[in-house]
């Protein structure tokens, strides 16, 4: 979601002539993914605009008791388990916006924000998923099991070593 002016990678998402009028953080044009809709202004983004440019949140969202915008209530995340790499937790969220603007059929929008484009909210998806409990018991009891089996074994072969040793040392001398 980061802005074509400040992410150069991201400019194929700029709909804009100038790659700098694509300056607010936080928004992903989708209108030229949907030609079979003639092009519908819909803009994908964190919800309640999350991490996006202030001046897009204060521009196009007045909250009321929501929560505050933290990572944890709005934000996409991956908890992996760092031994084996199995995902543990997994939260997607997405806001779906229309874009609205200038129109000479509905003169009621060109009065709204003194002729300025905003976004209006349309949908807001969230996808979860997570280890169920009798899962993560088993993951977790079999994981810290075979890590006290390969400990016990690595201090047995040290032990073993260390007597070889000694027993060597002592029929040597």
């Given amino acids: 979601f980061g802005a ?23 928004l992903l044009e989708l209108s030229h993914c949907l030609r079979q809709t003639g092009g519908a202004p819909v803009v ?12 897009l949140r204060d ?4 909250l009321r008791g929501a929560l505050p ?6 934000g ?12 543990l937790n997994a939260v997607k969220r997405m806001q779906l916006n229309v874009r609205i603007g200038h129109s000479e059929a509905i ?26 409990d009798k899962f993560a018991e088993m993951f977790k009891s079999q994981l810290i099991n075979t890590k006290r089996a390969v400990t016990a074994v690595s201090v047995g072969l040290i032990v073993v070593g260390v007597l070889a040793l000694v027993i060597a040392v002592y029929l040597v001398f």
């Fill in 59 to 62: 521009d196009n969202m007045r």
């Fill in 76 to 87: 996409t995340f991956l908890d992996i388990e760092p031994t084996t790499g199995a995902p």
């Fill in 4 to 26: 074509a002016k400040h992410f150069p990678q991201n400019s194929c998402y700029c709909l804009r002539k100038d790659v700098n009028d694509c300056d607010k953080d936080g």
């Fill in 44 to 55: 994908l983004s964190w919800p309640y605009f999350m991490d996006a440019d202030r001046r």
């Fill in 107 to 132: 003169k009621q929008l060109n009065a709204t924000r003194k002729g300025k484009d905003f976004l209006v909210p349309v949908l807001w998806v969230e996808q979860s998923g997570a280890l169920d």
């Fill in 69 to 74: 915008l933290t990572f944890d209530n709005y």
